[in-house]
């Protein structure tokens, strides 16, 4: 399986993740994780205080998928920390997995639609 066909197994099986709630950057992450066809519940973190009431987190399958960059890897780090300070296991399985497959080629979530469709087209 090549690097793309394997981001798309990612997508795949996200969407097959239990109980998920999928912690995003932005609206544009949001967006184009409906895009994917992802129906989880996505919470978008910029610009709120999401760490200040956590409840609607519990008994929750917790997935970070903040951007590649220097910020959002800075940003994924801070809240890992905090989640696993305050009892929680975030799984950070995709956000390291779709790292490493994508290789610097996109550095945001919301380019992941975008990559997925291309993909498509050139199947």
């Known amino acids: 399986m090549n690097d793309r066909e394997r981001v798309l197994h990612l997508i795949e099986s996200l969407k097959n993740e239990p109980e998920a709630v999928?912690?995003?950057?932005?609206?544009?992450?949001?967006?184009?994780?409906?895009?994917?066809?992802?129906?989880?519940?996505?919470?978008?973190?910029?610009?709120?205080?999401?760490?200040?009431?956590?409840?609607?987190?519990?008994?929750?399958?917790?997935?970070?998928?903040?951007?590649?960059?220097?910020a959002g890897r800075r940003l994924f780090k801070t809240l890992r920390t905090e989640l696993e300070v305050m009892g929680f296991k975030p799984n950070l399985?995709?956000?390291?997995?779709?790292?490493?497959?994508?290789?610097?080629?996109?550095t945001q979530i919301e380019e992941l639609s975008r990559f997925a469709q291309d993909f498509h087209q050139v199947m």
């Open 22 to 70: 999928i912690l995003v950057e932005g609206h544009r992450d949001y967006l184009a994780l409906r895009k994917l066809g992802i129906e989880h519940t996505i919470e978008k973190i910029s610009g709120k205080r999401i760490l200040d009431d956590l409840s609607f987190l519990e008994g929750k399958n917790v997935i970070l998928l903040t951007d590649f960059d220097s």
């Open 93 to 106: 399985y995709y956000w390291q997995q779709l790292q490493e497959a994508l290789r610097g080629e996109i």
